[in-house]
């Protein structure tokens, strides 16, 4: 702090929630600056589980003011049915605790459909997408066609919707060959959403200037990951919207100067979920293993995510296109028990060997993992809360991975409570 970015280092589901919930207990402002909810942030707290798909895990804590910056697109129906959600369990989720950007841009009934027609139409080589709708709602935003969260301030809007879904229903119609949607209907629905969200509404940027100014210490959090960015992933088997460093500045609306610190969350192995190439995937018994002991199942779709051994060279390619300083090291619990651990450190492609992540996804897909092994360690470590506890393996895999990156481990997350943390 006072303006800490945190972000994801490999294809989404690090553990951001866990560590942006840790690090906003001393945080004034948490702002979320991209995506919508495809993420899906699992926090447990006093045996509680939360699970926050658009609202930051700041809301958790009650000095901490919420954002949800103009580079999110915005499900109305599921940000609603969120903060239902959490007034029920207790939360002051009232709109002095969380404000949105009337520049991020809504997701129309319109756009899921068009995800899963579109995913579709792509048969064997579909993205694999979260079906939200996240793709033709960024789509759109670049057409210059988005409805924004600030329309919901028009008289007009229930107009506006309704123009908006004709527009897109010959779309649906003639392209997918798909029904049209009920223009009057959605229109109606909108208007009461804009009711209720109508408060919320603010100028997320002028907030964070605001509060930067006041000498507030400000968190700012990423959803997916770098290797799901739109620029930098694994095109196009990626989302649609910037999660690395370069997306916070233009999903809130402010300069490079005001982050001083950069936190990559990085799993102690490696997931995916949805199509892609993924050089360390195990497809046996230790990558089953994974799954079952890290509870490998997509938060917001249920997915079995697909596992493998920890791809140095897609973190040493995360710490350059983010500028990072320091890595938050999750589930390194999931690891106890195995006698040998692989950690790739380099690609084999046609007769070379690759120290550098290749930015054509074709080129990953036939790359293959050059590993360094290491012994495992037998102990369970969830108990485990200081780095001097740790056994002796765990400590060298850990050295392994900053001296491969080039970044210090400041923090290892040994399960899934606040309290479960080594700080080093
Ligand atoms: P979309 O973001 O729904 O368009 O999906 C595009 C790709 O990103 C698919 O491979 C999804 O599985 C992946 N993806 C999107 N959101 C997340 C996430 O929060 N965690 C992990 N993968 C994600």
């Known amino acids: 702090m006072p303006g800490t970015l945190i972000l994801g280092a490999q294809w989404g589901d690090e553990g951001k929630g866990k560590i942006t919930d840790m690090l906003a207990a001393e945080a004034d402002v948490v702002a979320r600056y991209q995506g919508g909810d495809n993420a899906g942030h699992t926090v447990v707290v006093g045996g509680q589980t939360f699970r926050l798909h658009l609202v930051p895990s700041g809301i958790l804590y009650p000095q901490v003011l919420c954002l949800l910056g103009n580079g999110m697109v915005i499900n109305p129906r599921r940000l609603l049915a969120e903060i239902d959600e959490l007034a029920g369990r207790g939360m002051d989720v009232s709109p002095s605790r969380l404000k949105i950007s009337g520049q991020a841009h809504l997701i129309m009934p319109y756009h899921p459909v068009l995800d899963s027609a579109s995913e579709t139409s792509l048969g064997a080589g579909k993205i694999g997408t979260t079906g939200r709708g996240i793709g033709p709602a960024y789509t759109d935003k670049a057409a210059r066609q988005g409805v924004r969260v600030q329309d919901m301030l028009r008289d007009d809007f229930r107009a506006h ?188 492609w046609r007769g070379r060997e690759l120290q550098d992540f290749p930015t054509d996804a074709e080129i990953l897909a036939e790359c293959q993992p050059v590993y360094v092994e290491s012994d495992g360690w037998e102990e369970e470590i969830s108990q485990v809360r200081t780095w001097e506890e740790m056994p002796e393996e765990a400590q060298a895999y850990v050295k392994l991975i900053e001296e491969t990156v080039g970044l210090p481990v400041t923090m290892i997350s040994v399960g899934p409570e606040r309290e479960q943390i080594v700080r080093k």
């Open 161 to 348: 919707v309704r123009a908006a879904v004709q527009q897109k229903n010959i779309v649906l119609e003639r392209l997918y060959g798909q029904p049209p949607l009920d223009a009057e209907a959605i229109a109606e629905e909108f208007a009461g959403h804009a009711e209720r969200i109508r408060s919320y509404i603010a100028d997320v940027s002028k907030l964070l200037d605001d509060a930067y100014r006041a000498g507030k210490r400000l968190l700012y959090e990423g959803a997916q990951g770098t290797l799901l960015d739109i620029d930098y992933g694994t095109y196009p088997y990626v989302t649609s919207s910037s999660p690395s460093a370069g997306g916070a500045l233009t999903g809130l609306g402010i300069g490079p100067n005001r982050i001083d610190r950069i936190i990559a969350v990085a799993k102690a192995y490696q997931t995916r979920v949805g199509a892609g190439p993924f050089p360390t995937e195990l497809c046996d018994l230790v990558g089953d293993m994974m799954v079952e002991r890290g509870h490998e199942y997509g938060t917001t779709t249920g997915r079995r995510r697909r596992t493998g051994w920890l791809d140095l060279v897609t973190l040493r390619y995360a710490a350059r296109v983010n500028g990072l300083q320091e890595i938050a090291l999750t589930k390194l619990d999931v690891l106890s028990g195995l006698n040998q651990i692989k950690a790739c450190v380099a690609y084999h």
